[in-house]
Structures are given as structure tokens and as C-alpha cells.
């Protein structure tokens, strides 16, 4: 009734990058090579070809992301559904390590004692990190605003994913960063998310590592 | 130099929803009333108004997910990025528990004996649980596909929400959940998500409780 197409498991992934391919010929979209990666898994988490057009890059950033992740960074999540979406496995086999301090009681009582709200506690917290620090945020434009606060004041993040998703301030968010000299990958206008958020993360993951794939 | 709105934490997701009834009117596209509450937090966590036309519900399916929500169901999720999206304290002061079976060692050690994937050992072991059972599938079709073999077999499901995302059988297998007899809340073609699948489940259970809210 229903046409199922038999593509084996272990394949899927790989048809459809090239059907996303061969859909951005279609519509003449051209992507950079260095940013195919990151742009083509962005679509496959959204099935949203509009990333392609708005997915926007610090220069040389993606050098620079690569570097980073080799070393096995921190990196930071705005909210636990980023957290979910890292492929964990991958980031502790380069000697990274995931973390969504929101969640975290400690940060909750902190935010109650200080007055303040529980983003604005925990990107505070991890911006007292030693460790080179990549920020993924997906959802909270106040995140983003939190740290380019810190940025203003002298903190420097490896890395900045900013593709919070939303109506209010969250286009204001992403220019604030965007006009930092930070390294900077950001979705402009309103769309991102928490799923965009882990797809750029896994992107950079997944050239490194033993088996790197697209 | 950015304009920032200034909109308290409390008010931006009333905001949002002001924002994004004032911008389906503009585009003269009309949700139905009942209908709203999901259609609504879909476009709030995607900022994509194609939802508001590609969203499909089998007939009475909101009065439907309502009364098996305020009874406390099992919600089973394909991916732990769903479950990590769904409010759980909403879900729990219902007397509703969320699960992932994927995630659970058990299952991968069972579909590993019987040679069959770990989304289908994870569908079967919760078509065997004997409460009533909302399915929220965010990302495998794979997943949707072994919950209408079992429905064909006559198993049934409290409530399916169908909202895979991706290029290989997403769309076939939301049109055979469309085709059976279950109550059932799909969105049509290849977009969807975790994002959505949690959206989903989040406006059904916020229309509950002691402090509804849209």
C-alpha cells in the first residue's frame, strides 16, 4: 500500500544526506565544503532547507571548531534536551565532557539567594570553568545575552553555538553575538533549537574520531 | 545598539503566543479553537508556521488526549531527547510517568539475541505494557512503522503522536498511522522533531492542572 523504501539501517543516514544534496543542487543552493557538514545535518535534524541560507560562520570558525573539539572541550548546554541530543559516546572518546548546569540544585539555590534567574546562574557558573569552554545553546536567548555580558567583560569562550529559537529577543541575541570576536556558529532570525543546537555539536563530532563521517 | 524587549522571564511565552496569533491572522491562517493549544507551542518551539497548515488530528483527538492525559498515562518515547522534553512534573502530578525504552541496557541485550533493531525490541516491549500508552515519536520512522504492525495485529495505543523528521519512509509511515483506526496527532510530510513531539505533549498536559495554561 505504502511504498516503504528498503534502505538497511546503517544506510539511512547516508541516503539522506545525499537526497539533501542533491535537493540543494535542485534549488541552487551552493554550501561551502568546510561548511557541509554542519549545514547538511542541520537539515537533516529539521528536514528545513531554509538552514542553508541562514546558518551563519565566524570566520575560519569551522578550523577552529575542529580544533577545539580534538582537544575534548567542555561544552555547555542551555538546556537539558541539548544535553540528550550530544552523542556523548563520541565527545568522551576525544576526552570532552557534557554539561547542563540548569539542571543542577546547587545552581537553582544559588539563583534564589542572588535573586537572579536560574539561566543567568548557570552560564555564571560556567563561565567560572577554567577549561576551554564551548557554549551550545538552543533554547534561552537570556543565555546568550548572559554571555555576551561575560564577553564584554574579558571572558573568552572557545566556541559559541547560538541557535536559540523564539518570538522575543532571541533575533537580538544572535546579532549581539554575531558582532563579538569570539568564534561564533549562529542561525539568524528565529528559528534554531534545541535539536539544532546537538546537530551542530555532533556535526563537529563526527569529523574527528576514528570514523569520521560527513 | 540591539533594541532588547523588555519582557519579563514570566511574560515571554505569553508574548510569544500574542506574537504568534497576531502573525497567523496576517497570514489569514485560521486554527480551530480546540486545536490551538498544540498547534500554537509547535510554532513557539520551531518558529516555522508551516505546522499551522501540515499539523493533522484524527477526529476528536483532542477531547480524546485530554481525557487520557488527565488520567495519567505511560508516555513512550522513541528518542531520550523527547523524554527530556517533556515537562515531567506536569506529567507526574497527573500520576503520568514518561519512559525511553531504547536507552534501557535490557532491550539492547534483547534485540541483540533476537537480530532485530533496537527501535523495534523498544516498541514491542512497550506494546507490552498493559496501561493506557501515548507513543510521542519524534525521530524514527522505524519506530511509527512497528507501532502499526502491532496495531494491524490489534494492539492499541491510548494516542500516537506521529512526528518523525527526515528524507527515508518519515512520510509513508505517518500516512499508515493516519490510515488506522487509533486516535492519532500527526504532522504531515518530512518536518518534525523531538522538539515537536515534547511541544505536543507539554500543550496537552498544560491544559490540565490547577493552573491551565494555552
Not at 545575552?145 to 529559537?165: D, F, N
Not at 518570538?167 to 558582532?179: G, T
Request: negative net charge; hydrophobic residues 45%; glycine residues 8%.
Amino acid at each position: 500500500m505504502h511504498k516503504l523504501e528498503h534502505v538497511l539501517p546503517a544506510d539511512i543516514e547516508k541516503t539522506s544526506f545525499r537526497m539533501i544534496g542533491e535537493e540543494l543542487a535542485e534549488r541552487k543552493i551552493e554550501v561551502a565544503p568546510e561548511l557541509a557538514p554542519v549545514i547538511y545535518r542541520v537539515i537533516h535534524t529539521t528536514a528545513d532547507f531554509e538552514y542553508a541560507e541562514t546558518m551563519a560562520f565566524s570566520g575560519n570558525v569551522m578550523q577552529q571548531a575542529l580544533d577545539i573539539f580534538s582537544r575534548g572541550p567542555l561544552i555547555v548546554t542551555d538546556t537539558t534536551m541539548v544535553y540528550s541530543g550530544i552523542n556523548k559516546r563520541a565527545l568522551e572518546a576525544l576526552g570532552g565532557e557534557a554539561r547542563c548546569f540548569i539542571a543542577d540544585p546547587e545552581i537553582a539555590a544559588e539563583a534564589k539567594a542572588r535573586g537572579v534567574t536560574r539561566s543567568t546562574a548557570a552560564m555564571e557558573r560556567a563561565m567560572r570553568e577554567e577549561r576551554p569552554t564551548v557554549f551550545a545553546v538552543g533554547n534561552a536567548p537570556t543565555a546568550l545575552i548572559s554571555l555576551y555580558e561575560g564577553i564584554q567583560k574579558g571572558y573568552r569562550p572557545a566556541l559559541v553555538i547560538g541557535v536559540p529559537v523564539g518570538f522575543v529577543n532571541v533575533v537580538q541575541a544572535k546579532e549581539m553575538i554575531m558582532e563579538t570576536d569570539v568564534p561564533w556558529i549562529v542561525n539568524r532570525g528565529r528559528k534554531g533549537g534545541s535539536n539544532v543546537a546537538a546537530a551542530v555539536c555532533n556535526a563537529i563530532l563526527y569529523q574527528l574520531g576514528d570514523d569520521p563521517r560527513f
